[in-house]
């Protein structure tokens, strides 16, 4: 009973990290739904439903004392203000990305995030790189100009939705704050210039929302739904299952906005674009190779410091 128990929770880790995954990975056919809603105006709703949503979630999952712990700590929500505004940033970015047909460029950036994290967790965190993991970072680097070249400007999508992310990951990490907790702190500091700015909407006659019928007006509330699922979803993984494991299963979101990009919006995908992905792919391989052989000889030699 006792060893069955630990098996159960892990395959119900992995099941919930593939849902949080695969859900974010098709983020992109959600947002066009909300046209004609511009992209600020849909990151306002977003923000302020989802902060309505979560505050029902703790009630619900009776984590009042938590959040009142975290408010109460300066440090941290000095922290979560900071991770509000860069989340925020990349929520924003996202959308419009998405809604300006650029599905593809979205999925890049997601795909070059580890490689980001990495980075600034030697530029900040005083993290050391293995030789194989400067390598990627490297190949990264080049596929970036070769993009650059190819698409004739850097692509920004990309590198805002890769650097703000990390960032973001950086910043929560330094906060030290529960999943639910973060959460609302993060739409709790944004509600109130997100809701600001769907009043100043409504008020010049500048507000899509109620006026092109019910089921747009559920879809716009509905942000909240498929912001927080997802994000409840990762938070059940994260306590289940090796973070080695939740970071393999990361790829499935950028895999599965690749294919959409290219299958469903049919973005145009050159040869010189191909190169760059390819090599993108390649230090990811090399990346990941190197993260796991590491975590094995580390098992290993000290198997009791090794996070399982």
């Known amino acids: 009973m006792s060893e069955a128990a630990p098996a159960s929770e892990s395959r119900r880790g992995v099941l919930l990290g593939l849902s949080a995954w695969v859900m974010w990975g098709f983020f992109p056919l959600y947002w066009p739904l909300l046209k004609p809603s511009g992209a600020v105006e849909i990151l306002a709703h977003r923000i302020f439903w989802s902060m309505v949503l979560m505050l029902v979630v703790v009630v619900a999952l009776s984590r009042r004392a938590a959040l009142r712990r975290t408010l109460a700590d300066r440090r941290a929500r000095l922290l979560l203000a900071v991770a509000s505004v860069l989340i925020t940033v990349n929520w924003g970015t996202y959308i419009w990305g998405v809604n300006h047909d650029h599905v593809v460029e979205t999925s890049l950036g997601y795909f070059i995030n580890p490689l980001v994290s990495v980075l600034l967790g030697v530029l900040f965190l005083g993290e050391r790189m293995r030789r194989l993991q400067w390598a990627a970072l490297a190949l990264a680097g080049v596929a970036v100009v070769g993009l650059t070249v190819e698409y004739g400007r850097p692509p920004w999508v990309a590198l805002i939705l890769a650097f ?120 990811l391989v090399l990346f990941t190779a190197e993260t796991l052989r590491h975590r094995r000889r580390a098992l290993r030699v000290s198997p009791e410091e090794v996070p399982v």
């Not at 030290?176 to 973060?182: C, F, T």
């Not at 944004?190 to 019910?214: C, E, K, Q």
């Not at 895999?255 to 990009?261: D, E, N, R, S």
């Open 164 to 283: 703000s992310f990390g960032s973001y990951g950086l910043v929560k990490k330094k906060a030290d704050a529960g999943a639910v907790e973060s959460v609302v702190i993060e739409t709790l500091v944004m509600s109130p210039v997100a809701l600001g700015y769907i009043v100043v909407l409504t008020a010049t006659g500048a507000s899509t929302f109620g006026d092109h019928g019910l089921l747009h007006a559920v879809l716009v509330v509905g942000t909240a739904l498929v912001t927080v699922v997802p994000l409840l979803c990762f938070a059940g993984a994260a306590t289940r299952i090796p973070l080695s494991t939740l970071g393999l299963m990361q790829y499935l979101t950028p895999t599965v906005q690749f294919v959409l990009g290219l299958a469903v919006f049919h973005e145009p995908m050159p040869a010189m674009r191909w190169v760059g992905f390819a090599l993108i792919w390649l230090a």
